[in-house]
């Protein structure tokens, strides 16, 4: 049975249509395109007290991250751009207090670099990692919440693409897992496709794909560095989201040591299944106040800064 008359089903096919249409229009093949129609695409999608900027995130102090899109509380917070809105041309800075969420957009995904280069993969999710290490005055969640963040004002970061192959610079290499397995329809030789072909047309290769997306986000996961993303979508037919022991969904947010990254091979679902994680987050958010006697005292000498409110 399917909740709310097929809601998920339904989502993903407007969102998928939205950036079809959209994609006539701009024709786009690089990433900075990419960023401008999914801004399009979710401002289509989300409530409009959610802001939606391409930009930076930035501190009371000064220190920023990020250069993707931002999602933020427009109706409490302004941007540090005074542009018109939903103009996505140019990029902005919008407070950490006031973020809710940080997407870093792909046009193409390659978790694998042939060449012993540093695939994109790691780069989008080592860009989500910086945003959600800048600081701002938690809102503690009371009583804790087993498998959610321990504040309520955690900043939800997601890496986003259009498309998933295996390399930019090659054809693919098939995993040892995939040589093993007697039911592929090309397992006899080398795939020779190319690596736009691999991401969108191969079908034969989709179970190698899953397979190195599912390998590279373990790897994230596992990371003592790095803070993983709380949602990939790779793709139309590719997703990846945390989960405690492989299966269970508890909250939509990855937590450190507890959670894995999990992919799962969704065939044209994707879109839909991001957005509805993406809603969960935004919905579960309680975003924090900025703290402008701060700003005061910093441009007014005679203003102090009360004590912490720590």
Not at 124 to 153: D, G, I, Y
Not at 173 to 188: A, I, M
Not at 233 to 247: K, L
């Amino acid at each position: 049975m399917s909740a709310y008359r097929n809601y998920l089903e339904k989502i993903n096919s407007a969102f998928d249509t939205l950036i079809n249409e959209i994609d006539v229009i701009y024709n786009f093949d690089h990433g900075d395109e990419f960023e401008i129609v999914l801004c399009k695409a979710l401002r289509k999608i989300l409530p409009n007290k959610y802001g939606i900027v391409r930009g930076h995130v930035i501190t009371k102090e000064g220190n920023h991250a990020g250069d993707d899109i931002i999602i933020y509380d427009c109706v409490r917070f302004p941007s540090l751009r005074l542009l018109e809105n939903d103009s996505f041309g140019q990029k902005q800075f919008i407070p950490i207090e006031a973020v809710y969420a940080y997407i870093e957009a792909k046009n193409t995904l390659y978790p694998n670099d042939t060449n012993g280069g540093f695939p994109n993969f790691h780069k989008a999710c080592r860009q989500v990692h910086n945003v959600k290490s800048l600081s701002r005055e938690p809102v503690l969640r009371e009583p804790p919440q087993e498998f959610w963040p321990e504040t309520r004002n955690p900043i939800y970061g997601v890496v986003w693409s259009k498309n998933l192959a295996y390399s930019k610079q090659a054809s693919c290499e098939f995993t040892q897992r995939h040589k093993e397995k007697s039911d592929s329809c090309c397992l006899k030789s080398m795939c020779c496709c190319k690596p736009d072909e691999f991401g969108s047309r191969m079908e034969c290769c989709s179970e190698q794909l899953h397979e190195s997306l599912e390998d590279h986000c373990s790897l994230i996961s596992g990371k003592s560095d790095q803070i993983a993303p709380d949602l990939i979508v790779a793709g139309s037919n590719y997703v990846a989201f945390p989960c405690i022991n492989m299966s269970v969904v508890y909250s939509p947010f990855f937590i450190k040591d507890k959670s894995l990254l999990t992919s799962m091979h969704c065939e044209k679902k994707a879109f839909g299944i991001g957005v509805t994680n993406l809603l969960w987050a935004l919905d579960s958010i309680e975003l924090g106040n900025i703290d402008w006697s701060y700003v005061l005292s910093t441009e007014l000498p005679k203003v102090k800064q009360p004590p912490s409110r720590t």
